[in-house]
């Protein structure tokens, strides 16, 4: 009797022939591409070309017009309200510039989750949130403050000890850089591969960051016409022959000449 092969594990995240339409435009015209446990998983592409969309859609907060995208072994074309939302509990999310509420402390913006989305007392929710602001690297005293007395740097980790709240399985960030000096994207991004070691954390981050690319994702896509145009790790997408590709990334074929140093 010929051994039992073990089936590959199903990709965290499985788009198949996604198509999708805002108004008269085509803005993904065939996408598919597969995000892995454990690895940290960037889509780029140029400004307009569908990535934040296609992150929306992910977390059933768009649905396309045609297509599967099945997360964390669920289709959620289609999914109902309910299993959305219990779907959205499984994944932390990082909106550009963080969007943290102005009028709440860093302290309750990261409790906040634990609030609305677990019966814990409020101790536990304060001691929690505690934890979580010391392991992106805050010192408790952030805790204390509202968002506008932080720097962009602090204010990005902030938003991401509230994304991790929950203990999610997925983590989407979308263009956790912008607005970042060099340095602060730096550390940002050393903090993600950390939380993707300790945690065990897959990462899907959207991005037109060529520093973030080179120096933090394991598998890159780069999306452009509606479609995948070039897959693989950075080095492989930055020698790709797409025009599309060659003109995005000039002077990188090979080698990372774009990262940050």
């Known amino acids: 009797m010929a051994p039992t092969v073990p089936s590959a594990p199903e990709p965290v995240i499985a788009a198949r022939d996604v198509h999708t339409r805002v108004g008269a435009d085509v803005v ?9 446990r454990g690895r940290i998983f960037a889509l780029a592409g140029p400004s307009g070309c569908g990535k934040t969309l296609l992150l929306r859609e992910v977390l059933a907060l768009h649905v396309p ?4 995208i099945r997360v964390l072994g669920r289709e959620v074309v289609g999914i109902g309200h309910e299993e959305a939302l219990e779907l959205r509990r499984r994944c932390g999310v990082v909106f550009e510039r963080g969007a943290l509420f102005s009028s709440l402390t860093v302290a309750e913006n990261v409790s906040l989750p634990l609030r609305e989305r677990s019966r814990l007392g409020r101790r536990v929710r304060d001691e929690l949130a505690a934890m979580k602001i010391a392991l992106v690297g805050l010192p ?3 805790g204390l403050k509202y968002p506008s007395q932080l720097s962009g740097g602090m204010r990005r980790r902030a938003a991401l000890a509230r994304a991790i709240a929950l203990d999610p399985e997925l983590l989407l960030l979308d263009e956790p850089s912008a607005g970042l000096d060099p340095s602060s994207g730096r550390e940002f991004e050393e903090l993600v591969r950390h939380l993707n070691d300790v945690l065990g954390l897959t990462v899907f981050v959207v991005t037109r960051d060529l520093g973030l690319l080179w120096n933090l994702a394991d598998h890159v896509a780069f999306l452009a016409g509606g479609q995948i145009v070039a897959a693989g790790t950075m080095a ?6 797409a025009p599309v590709v060659r003109a995005y990334f000039p002077g ?6 774009g990262a940050r140093r």
């Not at 993904?28 to 892995?36: I, N, S």
């Not at 990188?252 to 000449?257: I, Q």
């Open 28 to 36: 993904h015209a065939g996408v598919t591409l597969d995000v892995h």
């Open 252 to 257: 990188t074929r090979g080698g990372p000449a």
């Open 140 to 142: 408790a005293s952030a």
């Open 65 to 68: 017009d045609s297509g599967s």
């Open 236 to 241: 492989e997408v930055s020698r790709s022959d």
